[in-house]
């Protein structure tokens, strides 16, 4: 597992103060159905990125915080940081390829 896990306590520090590569993170939750197919893919991405992108989860249970911050309504959300800052998100269950054409259109 190379994806980081988001809590409220290193969510700023893991996130907002990264500034040497794009975050993704992914808004989840246990019950979630859709959230629990995409994270094979999550980890996949975790690995196959790893160094270029840094991959997170942060469970919007235990978050609730981040989740409300971020006006997240619908999971999964993944939203990619740059520079501490939102860049885009997409909602809903997506394929590795196109989390990978996300991420490159707005990192």
């Known amino acids: 597992m190379s994806y980081i896990e988001l809590t409220s306590e290193n969510f700023h520090s893991e996130v907002i103060e990264e500034k040497n590569k794009p975050v993704l993170v992914d808004f989840w939750a ?5 959230c629990q197919m995409l994270g094979p ?4 991405l975790a690995d196959e990125l790893d160094g270029k992108v840094k991959i997170c989860k942060l469970n919007c249970d235990e978050a609730a915080d981040y989740a409300m911050l971020y006006g997240v309504m619908s999971i999964p959300c993944m939203i ?4 501490g800052e939102e860049k885009g998100r997409l909602v809903g269950l997506q394929s590795k390829d196109e989390i990978i054409a996300f ?3 707005n990192k």
Do not use: S, T
């Open 80 to 83: 990619l940081f740059a520079g």
């Open 30 to 34: 246990p019950w979630c159905g859709p």
């Open 103 to 105: 991420i490159d259109e």
């Open 41 to 44: 893919v999550i980890e996949e």
